[in-house]
């Protein structure tokens, strides 16, 4: 079955540091991969994708991830947090004519 | 329009009344979807529409819960006879196609029911 799992359900960091969140997969085919993020009363906004080609990708706000198809994983990146990245991350897969699965979520909080 | 739209985005029901939710989807996608977001939790599937095929409707948590989407376009999901566990965030959805491109969220109706 397919599934996404984020091990991690909250994580603080301050600001300034950097941040990575996890995303694990498990999927028939090599997937579509999306990193979206949810501030306080707000639907989801699209950080960055995954589709195929170059293994990382670079997404809006500075937010970076890596598709290691071995490890079968997906993380997000960014090198030096803001307060403003203070909100809820969803991993999500996808593959054309597949509906998404999403992940739990991560939520950020950021320490002035 | 620009982009998904949802209405109403609050409604306060009392328990045992019926609700219809909207969304409006972006123009010339085919996929539409709709989520249910309990407080603090994550992203729960109900449904989802892909141009003309038979809705999935794996995600729907009972025979409370409808959906239609009139012409392709814009779609109502219809919650009968409301529960105080439905009350939840609502989002809709939608993408090109389904599941092969990003999906665009609307803001989310907030349902309540007292």
């Known amino acids: 079955a397919q599934s996404v799992t984020q091990p991690d359900i909250h994580i603080t960091v301050s600001e300034g540091a950097s941040l990575e969140l996890r995303c694990n997969y498990s999927y028939g085919a090599t997937p579509y991969l999306f990193w979206y993020v949810q501030s306080p009363g707000q639907g989801l906004q699209l950080l960055l994708k995954y589709f195929s080609g170059d293994t990382l990708v670079q997404g809006i706000k500075g937010f970076e991830a890596e598709f290691k198809r071995s490890q079968s994983s997906f993380n997000l990146r960014k090198p030096s947090v803001h307060w403003s990245d203070a909100a809820e991350y969803f991993c999500a897969v996808g593959a054309r004519g597949q509906n998404f699965v999403f992940g739990p979520g991560t939520r950020l909080s950021v320490l002035p | 329009g620009a982009g998904v739209s949802q209405s109403p985005s609050n409604k306060v029901t009392e328990k045992g009344k019926d609700v219809e939710l909207r969304c409006d989807p972006i123009s010339g996608h085919t996929a539409l979807y709709w989520y249910r977001q309990s407080l603090g939790q994550g992203l729960e599937f109900l449904i989802y529409?892909?141009?003309?095929?038979?809705?999935?409707k794996s995600g729907l948590p009972s025979d409370r819960f409808s959906a239609e989407r009139t012409g392709g376009s814009v779609s109502t999901l219809t919650i009968q006879r409301t529960q105080q566990e439905d009350s939840a965030v609502y989002l809709c959805?939608?993408?090109?196609?389904?599941?092969?491109?990003?999906?665009?969220f609307g803001q989310g109706t907030r349902l309540t029911v007292v």
């Open positions: 529409f892909q141009g003309n095929s038979a809705p999935d």
């Open positions: 959805a939608s993408s090109v196609r389904v599941g092969g491109d990003e999906a665009f």
